[in-house]
C-alpha cells in the first residue's frame, strides 16, 4: 500500500465522521452502490469462497478483538472433518476462488496445520490461505509450509515497537514475532520459492500510535514486490456485541451485505455461520457433520438470508444489525 493511498483511506474515514453527509451517504448506499450489488449476487451452486476455521484457539488478547466475550468451546478441527470438506471442495474447485484456513483463532496452534495445507494443495485446491499473528512462526514451521504448498498468508502486525506491539496485542512478545517474521523471508529466499506471498497487515490506532511510516519503514526492506509481497492498512471494525469501534452513520440499514453470496464460514466444531464478524457463532444455518457444503449453500435457510439482505430486512439476525459494515 502507498502513502497515496492510505492518505486517501484517512481521508474518506474522515468524511464518514462528518455528520452532514450522512444522508448522502445513506443515499449513495442505498439507491447506487445496493443496485450495483444486486446486479453481482446471482446464486451460485457452491460457494465463490470457503473459510474453514481450523481452531477458535489463540494465544494472543489483542485490544481490537473480543477474546474475552467468546463463549462458544475452544477446539481444534478433526483433521478428518477437515479432509471430508476438502474432497468435496476439491469437486467445485473450478467455482471456487480461494480456501481460508482460517477464522477467528491463531491457525499455527494447531501442529497438523502444514498437513491441513498439503492435503488442500494435494486434492487441488487453488489458492489456500490464512492469516496469523506470526508469533508460532519459527524456522521449522516457516520450511514447512513453504514445502506444503501455501499461496499466501497475512500476518497481523499492529505495533512499530516493543512497547506499541506488546501494548498492542497482549501475551505476545515483539522481539520474538519480529525475528519470526524477518526469518520467514530469508528461509523463502534461501529455499527459492515464490511462494507463499506475505501481506503484512497493521490497524493504527490509539495503543499503538498510529505510526503508519514507522510500520512501512519496518518491513519495506523485507518484503518482495516481485513475488506479489505487499503491506496493508486496515481500518479498526466493529465486532457485533464484542467490539465498538465505529459509529454507523444512520440508525437506518441501507447496504446489502455480499457475505451470503461470497462466502462461507465453517467453524471448528462444524457449524456454518453468515459471517467471520460472528465469533460466538450465534447465527447458524448448518453443521457440515449433518450435510454437505453444497446442500447447505442451497439450503432453504440460505435463500431465506439473501432474500432478507436484499431486501435490507435484517432484524432476524442480530450480529448484523450491530455492523457498521451494512449502516
Same mark, same amino acid.
Request: aromatic share 10%; glycine share 4%.
Given at each position: 500500500? +502507498?502513502? +497515496?493511498?492510505?492518505?486517501?483511506?484517512?481521508?474518506?474515514?474522515?468524511?464518514?465522521?462528518?455528520?452532514?453527509?450522512?444522508?448522502?451517504? %445513506?443515499?449513495?448506499?442505498?439507491?447506487?452502490?445496493?443496485?450495483?450489488?444486486?446486479?453481482?449476487?446471482?446464486?451460485? #451452486?457452491? /460457494? /465463490?469462497?470457503?473459510?474453514?476455521?481450523? +481452531?477458535?484457539?489463540?494465544?494472543?488478547?489483542?485490544?481490537?478483538?473480543?477474546?474475552?466475550?467468546?463463549? *462458544?468451546?475452544? =477446539?481444534?478441527?478433526?483433521?478428518?472433518?477437515?479432509?471430508?470438506?476438502?474432497?468435496?471442495?476439491?469437486?467445485?474447485?473450478?467455482?471456487? *476462488?480461494?480456501?481460508?484456513?482460517?477464522?477467528?483463532?491463531?491457525?499455527?496452534?494447531?501442529?497438523?496445520?502444514?498437513? *491441513?495445507?498439503?492435503?488442500? $494443495?494435494?486434492?487441488?485446491?487453488?489458492?489456500?490461505?490464512?492469516?496469523?499473528?506470526?508469533?508460532?512462526?519459527?524456522?521449522?514451521?516457516?520450511?514447512?509450509?513453504?514445502?506444503?504448498?501455501?499461496?499466501?498468508?497475512?500476518?497481523? %502486525?499492529? =505495533?512499530?515497537? $516493543?512497547?506499541?506491539?506488546?501494548?498492542?496485542?497482549? =501475551?505476545?512478545?515483539?522481539?520474538?514475532?519480529?525475528?519470526?517474521?524477518?526469518?520467514?523471508?530469508?528461509?523463502?529466499?534461501?529455499?527459492?520459492?515464490?511462494?507463499?506471498?506475505?501481506?503484512?497487515?497493521?490497524? /493504527?490506532?490509539?495503543?499503538?500510535?498510529? *505510526?503508519?511510516?514507522? %510500520?512501512?519503514?519496518?518491513?519495506?526492506?523485507?518484503?518482495?514486490?516481485?513475488?506479489?509481497?505487499?503491506? #496493508? !492498512?486496515?481500518?479498526?471494525?466493529?465486532?457485533?456485541?464484542?467490539?465498538?469501534?465505529?459509529?454507523?452513520?444512520?440508525?437506518?440499514?441501507?447496504? !446489502?451485505?455480499? %457475505? /451470503?453470496?461470497?462466502?462461507?464460514?465453517?467453524?471448528?466444531?462444524? #457449524?456454518?455461520?453468515?459471517?467471520?464478524?460472528?465469533?460466538?457463532?450465534?447465527?447458524?444455518?448448518?453443521?457440515?457433520?449433518? #450435510?454437505?457444503?453444497?446442500?447447505?449453500?442451497?439450503?432453504?435457510?440460505?435463500?431465506?438470508?439473501?432474500?432478507?439482505?436484499?431486501?435490507?430486512?435484517?432484524?432476524?439476525?442480530?450480529?448484523?444489525? $450491530?455492523?457498521?459494515?451494512?449502516?
Amino acid at each position: 500500500m +502507498t502513502l +497515496t493511498s492510505i492518505a486517501l483511506k484517512e481521508r474518506l474515514r474522515n468524511l464518514r465522521k462528518n455528520r452532514l453527509l450522512h444522508p448522502l451517504a %445513506f443515499f449513495v448506499k442505498k439507491y447506487i452502490y445496493n443496485t450495483y450489488v444486486k446486479s453481482r449476487t446471482a446464486a451460485t #451452486n457452491f /460457494p /465463490p469462497e470457503v473459510w474453514i476455521e481450523n +481452531t477458535n484457539c489463540c494465544n494472543a488478547e489483542c485490544v481490537m478483538c473480543p477474546r474475552e466475550k467468546q463463549t *462458544r468451546p475452544l =477446539g481444534i478441527m478433526e483433521l478428518s472433518l477437515f479432509e471430508k470438506l476438502i474432497k468435496e471442495i476439491s469437486k467445485f474447485k473450478g467455482d471456487v *476462488r480461494r480456501v481460508h484456513l482460517h477464522n477467528y483463532g491463531e491457525p499455527l496452534l494447531d501442529k497438523e496445520f502444514p498437513i *491441513r495445507i498439503r492435503l488442500a $494443495k494435494d486434492w487441488g485446491i487453488e489458492h489456500v490461505y490464512f492469516v496469523t499473528n506470526a508469533s508460532l512462526l519459527t524456522p521449522e514451521l516457516s520450511r514447512e509450509i513453504i514445502v506444503a504448498g501455501l499461496d499466501e498468508f497475512k500476518i497481523s %502486525f499492529y =505495533g512499530t515497537d $516493543k512497547k506499541t506491539y506488546n501494548d498492542t496485542m497482549n =501475551g505476545l512478545d515483539y522481539d520474538k514475532t519480529i525475528k519470526n517474521v524477518k526469518a520467514f523471508f530469508e528461509i523463502r529466499k534461501d529455499m527459492k520459492s515464490l511462494k507463499p506471498m506475505v501481506v503484512i497487515q497493521y490497524i /493504527p490506532q490509539t495503543k499503538n500510535q498510529s *505510526r503508519i511510516d514507522a %510500520f512501512l519503514n519496518l518491513f519495506n526492506d523485507v518484503i518482495d514486490k516481485n513475488i506479489g509481497d505487499s503491506l #496493508n !492498512i486496515c481500518s479498526l471494525h466493529n465486532y457485533a456485541d464484542g467490539r465498538y469501534y465505529v459509529k454507523n452513520g444512520s440508525n437506518k440499514i441501507s447496504t !446489502i451485505c455480499r %457475505f /451470503p453470496w461470497a462466502t462461507m464460514v465453517i467453524l471448528q466444531d462444524g #457449524n456454518v455461520v453468515i459471517c467471520c464478524l460472528d465469533y460466538n457463532g450465534v447465527q447458524v444455518v448448518g453443521d457440515v457433520n449433518e #450435510n454437505t457444503i453444497k446442500e447447505i449453500w442451497n439450503s432453504e435457510q440460505y435463500k431465506k438470508i439473501r432474500s432478507d439482505f436484499k431486501g435490507l430486512r435484517y432484524s432476524d439476525y442480530p450480529v448484523c444489525t $450491530k455492523c457498521n459494515v451494512i449502516h
